[in-house]
């Protein structure tokens, strides 16, 4: 695979572009994508990765949260049950051939058919394309498969650990009204469901079963979850530092 770190974020730019920079949900994805690819470089280097894995990680980082812009766009939500699931979009936007998808979704989307993987990159391989494709797909389930391979088991890890990092970020530092969609009384009158708090007491995330219907404030709750399953130090590392989950 050739990855050149500029050429990347270079076509990133070109692709976010596209979209409304204004509108705060917009500015927000792609501040969060930046940080995301550096916490995933920082976690990789942390485990002595070869510069052509630690890329392979940076980009994860990059490529990850793509299909967010559209579903923005056409939606208006981050609430994937309430419009689509973004980490199958970015799939489906970066690898439009493998999952078959129809030129009319491309007609729809300001950047047409620009944002494809090789679009980001030259040379790679069908191993590396499969390994992005399972990260990207897996990367906001509540649990990656139990038959990847230690490899692929890797990055998927690499990529949730960091994207996780950086959501208790974004809850600090952006409006609760561009993450929830809610205002901060809304969010502040809103009780705590049981589900959350039997999350909360065994020290794991909360599952998003379909008979759970969260509260507004049960989704600051999920995002806090999340530190109980971070998979390497480093990350734990970089929340410390940050402050922002305390």
């Not at 990850?64 to 559209?70: S, V, Y």
Request: charged content about 30%.
């Amino acid at each position: 695979m050739k990855l050149i770190r500029d050429h990347v974020r270079e076509t990133f730019r070109k692709y976010t572009d596209a979209y409304d920079s204004s509108d705060p949900k917009i500015n927000l994805k792609i501040i969060h994508t930046y940080h995301v690819a550096e916490d995933a470089d920082e976690i990789a280097r942390s485990l002595r990765l070869s510069d052509s894995d630690t890329d392979l990680a940076w980009l994860l980082g990059m490529l990850h949260d793509l299909g967010r812009f559209e579903q923005i766009r056409r939606y208006g939500t981050f609430n994937d049950a309430r419009s689509m699931s973004h980490a199958h979009l970015s799939c489906e936007v970066l690898f439009p051939d493998f999952y078959n998808v129809d030129q009319k979704f491309f007609d729809e989307m300001p950047n047409g058919r620009f944002g494809q993987i090789t679009d980001f990159i030259e040379e790679g391989t069908e191993e590396d394309y499969d390994l992005i494709r399972t990260a990207i797909w897996n990367h906001s389930e509540y649990r990656i498969p139990d038959d990847l391979d230690e490899r692929h088991t890797m990055f998927c890890n690499i990529i949730r650990d960091a994207d996780k990092v950086d959501i208790f970020r974004v809850n600090v530092e952006e409006s609760i009204e561009d993450i929830y969609n809610v205002s901060e009384n809304q969010l502040k009158d809103a009780c705590v469901s049981d589900q959350a708090v039997d999350a909360i007491r065994k020290h794991i995330c909360v599952k998003r079963s379909p008979d759970y219907k969260p509260t507004s404030v049960d989704h600051v709750i999920s995002h806090c979850c999340l530190a109980f399953e971070l998979v390497y130090p480093m990350s734990c590392e970089i929340t410390k530092r940050q402050g922002y989950l305390q």
